[in-house]
């Protein structure tokens, strides 16, 4: 299973930014995508993540009325669209997908190559 992920930039603050991350290869079921973004001596935190049996998401309180995370399952995509960005937004953004790649197999977890976000003026 491959993570494809796009829409990182620069931007200023109480801009927006949306960010898109496709899963692809030879995934049987998905169970959620989501969010994770690492700031420079922070450890990686959850953003928002959304189940994709009933779209069921969760966000953090720091995003939460800013950030909205959707998600196509037809294209095995996730989107976060994030407005009102703060420059405590900046980080390297890291789309995480649980799928299985057979019905017999356990769902794991899987990690794109990450996304950098710089809200600065």
């Known amino acids: 299973v491959q993570l494809q992920a796009s829409g990182g930039g620069l931007v200023q603050p109480g801009g927006s930014l949306r960010l898109s991350c496709a899963a692809s290869?030879?995934?049987?079921?998905?169970?959620?995508m989501g969010w994770y973004r690492q700031a420079p001596g922070k450890q990686r935190e959850l953003v928002a993540n959304?189940?994709?049996?009933?779209?069921?998401?969760n966000y953090a309180d720091s995003v939460k009325s800013r950030f909205t995370i959707s998600r196509d399952n037809a294209k095995n995509t996730v989107y976060l669209q994030m407005n009102s960005l703060k420059a405590d937004d900046t980080a390297v953004y890291y789309c995480?997908?649980?799928?299985?790649?057979?019905?017999?197999?356990?769902?794991?977890?899987?990690w794109g190559q990450g996304t950098q976000v710089t809200v600065s003026s």
């Open positions: 995480n997908a649980n799928a299985k790649t057979s019905r017999w197999a356990s769902y794991r977890a899987y």
């Open positions: 290869g030879s995934i049987f079921s998905i169970n959620d």
């Open positions: 959304i189940i994709f049996s009933g779209g069921s998401a």
